[in-house]
């Protein structure tokens, strides 16, 4: 579902249908072109075990973070502004969650040795810590843009670079081991009806965000923000507060984001989210969200997630160096900006 901000002056200016290039079409041209990867991958492949349940499962679960930081970031630029910080958020949540299910559990000792207790708070405990931290780190980033004014590539540019360097004080730059098993066999690595919980939970919130954005005030201030502050302020909108809020929202989903992480590896995984800044922007904005605001499309996100996760997992199965998959997605964040601006151009007044 496409949500878009309201055209000015519509019986002078009509705008073409958003559907045409966005919206539910949008989001069936992304489907397509995800089954188109996946068909090319199958065929390339030995044996046609891209279409393994194994290995549709792994790409599920791969998914399942860039989801939920896809849903983040589609009201972030549905607002007109944009969040640099959200991997490193994510590694920062992840960090907080794992400390926080070792310190319920029993701690690091009674863990090296295998001893683990109270397994649902640490689980409820770390997950609370993740989300907390996701938040904190969003509303710092809102709070700066709001109140001192700056523009929010430089505020996140630096707080990833903040959140980055803190994962790594407090872990002192090595991952955190030993966290309970029930981490990976309840959640992580777990799958009703043969899909991945995490993605279960990625999907489930983001149609929860897609509610958000489509039917609620919040979601409406959102775009009209997006689409023009000033006018949004001179019909009444708390600008700086929904403002804050939207950083809020990619903080809350990067917090998630953070604690499935674990939950998949079983640890933390500090190094390992070099690209998932790049990968989510991308898909949101190939998912029909526009890059200069006024325009979201949480579902087409949720779908292009998969086009960056099919790539890499079509890359390794085809034998191709890890540093072509950074190619590839660099090139994906490109055509995805590409995208957007044919998307401004169709859909400017007349």
Known sequence: MTT????????????????????????????????????????????????????????????????????????????????????????????VSAKTVLAVSGGSAAAAAGEYANGGLAIAAGLAAGIVTGCLVGMFNGLLVTRLRINSFVVTLGTMGIATGLAQVVTGGANVPYLPPVLQSAIGMRAVLGVPVPLLIAVLVGLVGAAVLAWTAFGRHTLAVGSSASGARRAGVRVELTTTGVFVISGLMAGIAGFLDITRFGTTAIAGHETSMLAALSAVIIGGTSLFGGRASISGAMVATFIPTVLLAGFVMVGVGSFYQNIAIGLVLITAVWIDGIRRGQLAPR
Not at 22 to 44: C, H, K, Q
Not at 72 to 87: C, K, M, N, R
């Open 4 to 95: 878009t901000a309201p055209a000015k002056n519509q019986t002078r200016h009509p705008a073409v249908s958003a559907a045409t290039f966005t919206g539910i079409s949008t989001t069936w041209y992304v489907v397509a072109a995800v089954v188109t990867l996946i068909i090319a991958f199958t065929i390339a492949g030995p044996e046609a075990r891209f279409v393994s349940l194994t290995n549709l499962q792994a790409i599920g679960r791969n998914s399942a973070g860039l989801m939920l930081l896809g849903v983040g970031l589609a009201f972030v630029l549905g607002a007109g502004h944009i969040d640099l910080s959200v991997a490193a958020n994510l590694v920062l949540s992840s960090v």
